[in-house]
């Protein structure tokens, strides 16, 4: 079967850098998405890997590795703004999207 | 403002009785997408329409049906509704290559 997995929650304080990681197991692979979506908000695209390597977007950056079904997104300078949960998504070889169940990550003063 | 609109936002309902939710889009999208949200799970998808007039089924399809008469909207409907359907459901399109999807903001559904 298919399956997304990433942890269920992280904390971090404000100002540091966290990693959060996904693997994957699907069906072909047509890209991978990063969405962040606050409590009780609908979720925003944040990043899309394809390729192999390191995709940077101001604070945030998104690593892809297809050989090892993994990434990983990275927020640095964390802000109190970035507490929200992050969700990995894998485009299949139908072009359906595969979700992972989220990350709830908790920023600290 | 562009985007994607959902309604009700809200809504409690009796087992039994048949609910349509609503969304469209003025992006000119033309996939769109129904998904449900529940805690501790990923976004599962019940339908979804790659075009004006063709629809398909994802997930979870059970209990749902969907139409798209149009490019704008994308009605969900449930013929009658069940506990289990208790659920965040969001609605979703996408319009261009890379599958970028854009939400709405979503609507909570309370079957008693």
């Known amino acids: 079967g298919q399956n997304i997995d990433q942890p269920t929650e992280m904390t971090a304080t404000e100002g540091a850098i966290v990693q959060i990681n996904c693997t994957y197991q699907t069906s072909g692979f047509n890209g991978l998405f990063w969405y962040q979506q606050h409590a009780g908000e609908a979720p925003t695209f944040l990043s899309y890997n394809v390729l192999d390597g390191l995709e940077e977007k101001g604070r945030f950056s998104s690593f892809l590795s297809r050989s090892k079904g993994y990434s990983y997104l990275l927020l640095k300078e964390l802000q109190m703004k970035d507490s929200a949960s992050y969700l990995c998504?894998?485009?299949?070889?139908?072009?359906?999207?595969?979700w992972g169940a989220g990350t709830k990550l908790i920023i600290k003063p | 403002i562009a985007g994607i609109t959902q309604a009700p936002t809200s809504q409690i309902l009796a087992a039994g009785r048949r609910m349509t939710l609503r969304c469209t889009q003025d992006?000119?999208?033309?996939?769109m997408y129904w998904y449900r949200q529940d805690l501790g799970l990923g976004l599962r998808l019940i339908h979804y329409?790659?075009?004006?007039?063709?629809?398909g089924k994802g997930e979870v399809p059970d209990g749902y049906s969907v139409s798209r008469a149009n490019t704008d909207d994308f009605p969900l409907t449930l013929a009658s509704a069940v506990p289990s359907q208790t659920s965040v459901y969001f609605c979703?399109?996408?319009?261009?290559?890379?599958?970028?999807?854009?939400f709405g903001e979503g609507s909570r559904l309370t079957v008693l």
């Open positions: 979703a399109s996408s319009g261009d290559s890379t599958g970028e999807l854009f």
């Open positions: 329409s790659n075009t004006a007039g063709t629809t």
């Open positions: 992006m000119r999208h033309n996939a």
């Open positions: 998504a894998v485009m299949d070889s139908n072009y359906q999207l595969i």
